[in-house]
């Protein structure tokens, strides 16, 4: 098969730390990875780098065999990777439907910070695009009811779905996310799982960013390991789990 995405030696600096060092790694198409590792392993800046929100030092990536090492990020939006941050950023005078908006214009129309629909009176054939793919995204993550809601007086868990229906508005082909589940019940948790997976089904490539190892093991068909920058492990999640060298790392125990 061939791969979506991969990296070939990446490494990321920042002054003397090393955050991501030598990492190759290659993601198949309809695949749900999962991306784990102990605090301050590298993952977060890994999803950086690969949506070139992050300087890359050396090494190189390609998307769909195409060598994007140096594009700039909303180039790489373009190509169709979408990403979701460990912290909510969201716009705060915006209603959810449209920070959701903005996701999917992103994508489309994205060098433009004009988003016409915000002016009163103006509707466009781009505007309905938007807000049609807007409104599936809102339908998708179960948040139809706060649509006209500005997010920073929504539960966190509710902001976190606004997140991930903003990076699935634009109708990427790669989405990262980067702790999607963190703050949430385990039920909500749960509930976000099976959508991930259900997208997965659905065609939708992933890397899923998360410290409830449970979950990755559930729902991902498989994992790479990070440990101080460098990948320590991958394969099926359920085995990798279960290597002594991983629980050392990622658990801080030995395996007895
Ligand atoms: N902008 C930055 N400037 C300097 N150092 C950084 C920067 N971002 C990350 N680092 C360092 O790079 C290393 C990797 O950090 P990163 O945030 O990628 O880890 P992580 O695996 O996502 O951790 P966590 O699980 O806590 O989110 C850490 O040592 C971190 O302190
Ligand atoms: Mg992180």
């Known amino acids: 098969m061939t791969a979506l995405l991969t990296t070939s030696a990446l490494t990321v600096r920042f002054g003397g730390v090393i955050a ?17 590792g102990p605090n301050g392993s590298g993952k977060s800046t890994l999803l950086g780098a690969i949506s070139r929100l992050t300087k890359s030092t050396e090494g ?27 912290t909510v950023r969201l716009l705060p005078s915006l209603s959810v439907i449209d920070n959701v908006m903005l996701g999917a214009d992103f994508r489309h129309f994205g060098s433009s910070i004009f988003a016409p629909w915000l002016v009163p009176g103006w509707s466009t054939a781009r505007e309905r695009a938007v807000r049609n793919a807007a409104e599936n995204a809102i339908v998708r993550l179960g948040i139809e009811e706060y649509k006209e809601i500005k997010p920073d007086v929504l539960p ?23 702790e999607p589940t963190a703050g949430m019940t385990k039920t909500e948790r749960e509930e976000i799982g099976a959508l991930l997976r ?33 990948i320590l492990a991958q394969g099926v999640p359920a085995d990798v789990v279960q290597r002594a060298d991983v629980q050392e790392a990622y658990l801080g125990k030995r395996h007895r």
């Open 60 to 86: 190189t990536m390609t998307f769909r065999q195409s060598d994007y090492t140096a594009l700039p990020a909303f180039k790489v939006a373009h190509m169709g990777i979408a990403r979701t941050f460990q």
């Open 198 to 230: 259900r997208l997965c089904d659905e065609g939708l490539t992933q890397i899923l960013v998360d410290h409830d190892v449970g979950l990755v093991v559930d729902v991902c068909d498989e994992v790479y390991v990070m440990n101080s920058g460098s």
């Open 20 to 36: 991501v060092n030598n990492v190759s790694i290659e993601i198949q198409p309809k695949r749900l990875y999962g991306l784990i």
């Open 156 to 178: 966190y868990g509710i902001q976190r779905r606004v997140e991930i229906a903003r990076a699935l508005a634009g109708g990427p082909d790669l989405l990262l996310l980067d």
